[in-house]
């Protein structure tokens, strides 16, 4: 409806000054698109106010809202009801702007894990601080289970690590080198009942198993100061008799990518950017990633007044809190053909955290496929140009970037910060409070709208709103793409995701 109004307003001031033609005799493919003038970084940012930002924001905390049957709380966690109601919100949004662009949804199978119930005991006495590992199997029979500890050599990379008393025990080994799946596979195969991986940092330890094997075990996270007494009397040759329970499932469930592209502009020549659907099970995710995932849309709904000379594609990921599931499948289906169309993907997750920094991620050519530093430097260039500051941060795979740049593709992005905590120097350079997380209410329940810095929450979607403007008119001066193949990733990350992997 809003296009055809826009339709006809563009197409009477075309034709005011020659005889008025009844619309209905105007060609419909062709003209409506040739008299949008060519997108302008100014005009769309001037679009962009933090009122419509916020309206988008409040309904989808009420999207939220529909999680509480199940969950007891707002949520929008795939296989959720309110995870479904974002999918519609945005599906039915981008309809309503007509044919402007091709929409497609993609569906895959998502793994999702759910921990019941979780008890580590080691010795007699009281149960550990121990965390289970998210997407970790049950213990046998969901029952707890009974076993001497053994300590692992090395870092339990393999198998020669494992003594052969590990068969029927629960193993103890130290975290490095290699990812906790990857333990918790060797653990398995050398028999072990149940595994605990203790940290090799101060502070507690919890992170994924990541892609299920059939050979992982229940698995926990363990600090290194709990694990030490532990560990000494291991060494003196002392047996410690110990019982690890986990209740939990690991299963497979469809969730959706939603997909949008301009039908204007090059079709073999394509700016991508992405934001993702989906929270945590905790609460309704309206920073993480509500403002990244509404910062689209609501650049996605004004660009219709425009026309392309590029084209540009949008994409809302499922399950990227579980592991970057969406943006890991659709990189893994595109052929080489497709993959090379993609000249970059920019990455919007968390555009708002209250006590924020504009961070961008440190996405250098040495390390990425080139243009991602060029990526790079429009964002500075952009802050420096609105008068703002902002800090580097690492680009190590906690977003839904990471497909790409291990592809050949260049990529990048920026972010407001999740649990790290503000420093005094950050303070002056974007004020807020010093010693405090970022987004104090990072993958929490209290992500709701109250959450959202709008002031930054507008920054950013402007600075959005020129990424697509600025490639969508011209790739003048971008680097073209080389190959599908990258040494991005080759030295292991810490994160696929938002937890920890190794
Ligand atoms: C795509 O998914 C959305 C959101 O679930 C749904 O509303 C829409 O009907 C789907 N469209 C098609 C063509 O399957
Ligand atoms: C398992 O074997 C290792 C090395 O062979 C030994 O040090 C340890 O005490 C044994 N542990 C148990 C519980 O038997
Ligand atoms: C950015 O990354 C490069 C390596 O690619 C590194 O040399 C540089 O120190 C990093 N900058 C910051 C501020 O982290
Ligand atoms: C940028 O940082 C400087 C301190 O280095 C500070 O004086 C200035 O006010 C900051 N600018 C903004 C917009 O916060
Ligand atoms: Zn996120």
Redesign the pocket.
């Known amino acids: 409806m809003k296009y055809l109004l826009s339709l006809i307003h563009l197409t009477t001031l075309a034709a005011s000054s020659a005889i008025q033609q009844p619309l209905n005799e105007v060609p419909h493919a062709q003209v409506p698109l040739s008299k949008k003038p060519l997108v302008s970084s100014t005009a769309l940012q001037d679009h962009i106010t933090s009122d419509n930002l916020l309206k988008r924001a409040k309904k989808l905390f009420d999207i939220a809202q529909l999680g509480v049957e199940e969950y007891n709380h707002p949520t929008r966690v795939i296989g959720s009801d309110g995870h479904r109601g974002t999918l519609d919100y945005i599906y039915s949004t981008l309809s309503e702007l007509g044919d402007y662009y091709e929409l497609s949804n993609q569906t895959f199978d998502a793994v999702v894990g759910n921990i019941f119930e979780s008890r580590l005991v080691l010795g007699d006495g009281e149960p550990t601080s121990a965390t289970p590992m998210s997407l970790t199997p049950p213990t046998k029979n969901k029952d707890a289970v009974f076993g001497?500890l053994?300590l692992v050599a090395n870092e339990g990379c393999d198998a020669s690590d494992y003594?052969s008393?590990t068969t029927g025990?629960i193993a103890l080994i130290k975290r490095g080198v290699c990812a906790f799946g990857d333990k918790s596979a060797a653990a398995g195969k050398a028999g072990a009942i149940a595994a605990v991986v203790f940290n090799s940092e101060k502070g507690s330890l919890s992170g994924t198993l990541g892609e299920p094997s059939q050979y992982h075990v229940a698995t926990f996270g363990l600090s290194n100061e709990d694990a030490q007494p532990f560990i000494r009397k291991l060494i003196d040759?002392k047996?410690i008799p110990s019982s690890a329970y986990i209740d939990s499932i690991v299963h497979k469930a469809p969730t959706t990518n939603i997909i949008a592209q301009t039908k204007g502009g090059d079709q073999d020549n394509c700016v991508m950017l992405g934001g993702h659907s989906d929270s945590v099970a905790e609460g309704p995710g309206i920073n993480d990633d509500g403002t990244g995932s509404l910062s689209l849309l609501e650049v996605a709904s004004h660009l219709v007044k425009y026309s392309v000379e590029n084209c540009v594609r949008f994409a809302w990921w499922a399950g990227e809190e579980e592991g970057l599931l969406g943006s890991d499948y659709y990189v893994s289906q595109l052929s080489e053909k497709e993959n090379l169309k993609i000249r970059l993907f920019m990455d919007y997750d968390m555009m708002a955290s209250p006590n924020y920094a504009y961070q961008v991620y440190n996405a250098t050519n040495a390390l990425n496929p080139t243009g991602s530093e060029e990526l790079r430097d429009l964002y500075t260039e952009f802050y420096k140009s609105h008068g703002q500051n902002y800090t580097f941060i690492p680009f190590d795979g906690r977003s839904d970037y990471d497909a790409f740049i291990k592809h050949g593709i260049p990529g990048g992005g920026i972010a407001t910060g999740a649990e790290g905590i503000k420093t005094k120097q950050e303070v002056e350079l974007f004020g807020g409070v010093a010693g405090q997380w970022y987004d104090p209410c990072y993958h929490q329940l209290c992500d709701t709208v109250d959450n959202c810095n709008l002031d930054a929450w507008e920054v950013n979607t402007k600075l959005i709103a020129h990424s697509v403007a600025t490639y969508a008119v011209s790739f003048k001066g971008f680097p073209k793409r080389t190959g599908v193949s990258s040494t991005a990733g080759v030295e292991k990350s810490l994160y696929h995701g938002p937890k920890l992997v190794m």
């Open positions: 001497p053994v003594p008393n025990s040759g047996l």
